[in-house]
């Protein structure tokens, strides 16, 4: 990782470690905003997949703006010298008083449920807000990550537009934004489009719209054969649809995994080689309090030996030493795993260190920062 051996960073910080590459984010970053030139637009990095500040440092400094979930992580941005209006709050099912919070700090917000409005009455009048729309479409995706469908608690379902409509008259708002987030990782961009098709029907229930807010859903590779989202094609046809539609609108786009996702790496050290009574188990010093992708969502994450690339492959369980089923991979052939490899899992930028917890006392891996030329701690 720029010019520095993976392994000197281990030695250095031991394991487990989660490892970033800043200039993989740097380039991630420029694709999505070249592709996303051809319009007014601006990306904003839902730092839910990586809150780390040095992360969000990078993302500062090419320009992007945020999308948060939380009033934490509308504080942490803003600490860090995000402006309020660079900022889309974007939160589920949170309290009242969360949303007043983050709306006393000027931010963006898109509402997902018709029933706050009567809540906020009081603080409504003369306000800008945006709305969270469900289609209620089936697109694409994990259905554990799919959110615009029927049975998904997130966005306003439409058929209850007509209802905020009249709350905008009763309380004085002006609906500013649409946004919708289909999922994430949605692996045809045809559904993207879909999703995007959906969006623009709305545009014309509301006359005093500025922006559209896309949310994310982009793709990336976790596995060699995967394909990484066209964004180029996306945002060709986001740009269709904005003259189909005699619109002039800004485009604001929630990327997560896209920027973050192959930007990470989790490095741990093999514990034990272990034969059971059918299959033979790596056991690795991790588990799910670290990356915990793999259990939920039956994520793939392509792992890698580094002590012994060209041991004889062989097939292992790899698991963790939780007292749990903590499994990475099933059967995976890797290359002989001996007691001490250093075990790399590939794609752990988004949702891995984020979602860290610290079950049966487990510390928590360190962050380390690859970065001109640099590699710190952060
Ligand atoms: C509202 C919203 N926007 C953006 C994202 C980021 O998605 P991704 O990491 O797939 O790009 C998410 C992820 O869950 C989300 O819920």
């Given at each position: 990782m720029n010019n520095i051996p993976f392994e000197e960073i281990i030695k250095k910080f031991g394991t487990p470690i989660y490892v970033y590459h800043g200039e993989k984010i740097e380039r991630q970053y420029e694709k999505l905003s070249n592709a996303f030139s051809i319009m007014?637009?601006?990306?904003?990095?839902?730092?839910k997949a990586n809150e780390n500040i040095e992360i969000l440092k990078i993302i500062k400094n090419l320009g992007g703006g945020i999308d948060a979930v939380s009033a934490n992580e509308v504080d942490r941005a803003l600490n860090i010298g995000f402006k309020p209006d660079e900022i889309v709050f974007t939160p589920s099912c949170a309290s009242v008083e969360?949303?007043?919070?983050?709306?006393?700090?000027?931010?963006?917000?898109?509402?997902?449920?018709?029933?706050?409005?009567?809540?906020?009455?009081?603080?409504?009048?003369?306000?800008?807000?945006?709305?969270?729309i469900n289609p209620g479409v089936n697109i694409g995706g994990n259905q554990k990550i799919a959110t615009s469908h029927h049975a998904s608690k997130f966005g306003i379902p439409v058929i209850f537009l007509e209802k905020v409509k009249d709350f905008q008259k009763e309380y004085g708002f002006v609906v500013n934004s649409l946004h919708i987030h289909a999922g994430s990782n949605?692996?045809?961009?045809?559904?993207?489009?879909?999703?995007?098709?959906?969006?623009?029907?709305?545009?014309k229930e509301f006359e005093n719209l500025e922006y559209l807010d896309i949310g994310s859903g982009l793709k990336?590779?976790?596995?060699?054969?995967?394909?990484?989202?066209?964004?180029?094609?996306?945002?060709?046809?986001?740009?269709?649809?904005?003259?189909?539609?005699?619109?002039?609108?800004?485009?604001?786009?929630?990327?997560?995994?896209?920027?973050?996702?192959?930007?990470?790496y989790l490095a741990t050290t093999v514990n034990i080689i272990k034969q059971g009574y059918k299959r033979k188990f790596a056991g690795l010093n991790s588990g799910f309090n670290h990356l915990i992708r793999p259990m939920y969502y039956n994520a793939y994450h392509e792992i890698i030996n580094i002590s012994n690339p060209k041991g004889k492959l062989q097939k292992y369980d790899v698991v963790g030493q939780l007292c749990e089923e903590d499994t990475f991979a099933y059967n995976r052939l890797l290359n002989e795993l001996r007691i001490g490899d250093i075990v790399?899992?590939?794609?752990?930028?988004?949702?891995?260190?984020?979602?860290?917890?610290e079950y049966n006392l487990r510390k928590k891996p360190k962050e380390i920062l690859v970065f001109k030329n640099a590699v710190r701690q952060i």
């Open positions: 007014n637009s601006k990306i904003h990095y839902a730092m969360e949303i007043v919070y983050v709306m006393d700090k000027k931010v963006n917000i898109h509402i997902g449920a018709s029933e706050y409005f009567p809540l906020l009455a009081k603080k409504l009048k003369g306000k800008k807000v945006g709305l969270r949605i692996s045809n961009v045809d559904d993207l489009k879909n999703s995007i098709d959906n969006l623009f029907k709305y545009t990336i590779k976790y596995k060699k054969e995967d394909t990484e989202t066209d964004v180029d094609s996306y945002a060709a046809h986001i740009k269709r649809k904005m003259q189909e539609y005699n619109q002039n609108l800004k485009i604001k786009i929630e990327p997560g995994k896209y920027l973050v996702g192959n930007a990470g790399v899992i590939k794609s752990a930028g988004a949702y891995s260190a984020s979602m860290v917890m």
